[in-house]
């Protein structure tokens, strides 16, 4: 009772009692799963082995799969930064720019699901044949909030001096931009991507619904591994495969993202 006594009089309030209960959900929800899923993937049979790595790579339709759900990264994370970055770019022009971009954002206070099937049922109303199509559109309608906001966020922020300044110095109006805008909003343009390419590479039920089941990435391929088909341990193999993909990409966007940073600096 005396030690139990002195530990509470000796107890302080400090940041690390507060980060306390982020690390154990982190332990619980975080690395736990990761650990289960990297033992699961060498395991076969109750041994260990890497028959679930050499079953995936020699799968044409599983490699397939993968290479299909990158194209789509790629082709939904251009579309969004296509249509977005115009967008964000007005907005931020407009005094009301901060209360219009939640216009944007309305549609994710929306469950996923929801939106999702609510977009499949227009497209069978006026007889539009569910399909690649179909699935993109669904991809870049969900995901371009998620480009838009880092833009406005980035672009708002700059400082208008510099456009007038180059204007001053005799650049049009395209040459400003070019010159200041766009260099100064690589930080935006960098979150958008990352916010867009890797939920998109990952993701499921919007090809499963939009496709009437007809086409299916990596997500989708993941989850009936684990669910329909029970396979775990092929399923655990693919988990890490997206988990690395993620890392990778990640990885590069950052290097790309301080080289551009040093490059601004190195003009201003």
Not at 69 to 94: D, E, R
Not at 144 to 152: A, E, G, K, V, Y
Not at 205 to 210: K, N, P, V, Y
Not at 234 to 258: D, E, P, Q, T, Y
Request: proline residues 3%; charged residues 10%; glycine residues 6%.
């Amino acid at each position: 009772m005396k030690k139990l006594s002195s530990m509470i009089k000796n107890f302080r309030i400090t940041r690390s009692v507060f980060s306390l209960p982020y690390v154990i959900f982190m332990m619980l929800f975080i690395l736990a799963p990761l650990v289960l899923i990297l033992v699961n993937a060498f395991l076969a049979e109750g041994k260990v082995t890497f028959d679930n790595f050499v079953n995936f790579f020699t799968n044409r339709a599983g490699l397939t799969v993968l290479l299909n759900s990158l194209l789509v990264g790629v082709i939904t994370t251009g579309l969004c930064l296509l249509i977005g970055y115009p967008a964000a770019y007005l907005l931020s022009k407009q005094s009301s720019g901060r209360i219009l971009v939640i216009f944007f954002m309305l549609p994710m206070w929306v469950n996923f699901l929801i939106r999702t099937l609510s977009t499949k049922a227009i497209f069978e109303a006026i007889g539009v044949e569910l399909g690649w199509f179909t699935v993109i559109f669904g991809m870049v309608y969900n995901y371009l909030p998620f480009m838009i906001l880092p833009l406005h966020t980035a672009l708002a922020g700059i400082d208008k001096s510099y456009a007038e300044a180059a204007a001053d110095l005799g650049a049009n109006p395209v040459a400003a931009f070019v010159k200041t805008t766009l260099p100064m909003s690589v930080s935006g343009i960098i979150s958008g991507i990352t916010m867009v390419f890797v939920p998109t590479i990952s993701t499921f039920a919007i090809t499963e619904i939009l496709s009437n089941r007809n086409i299916y990435l990596f997500g989708d391929s993941i989850q009936m591994k684990f669910l329909v088909s029970g396979d775990v341990g092929i399923g655990s193999v693919m988990s890490l495969i997206m988990l690395l993909f993620v890392l990778i990409s990640n990885f590069i966007l950052n290097r790309f993202h301080k080289k551009s940073e040093t490059k601004g600096k190195n003009v201003w």
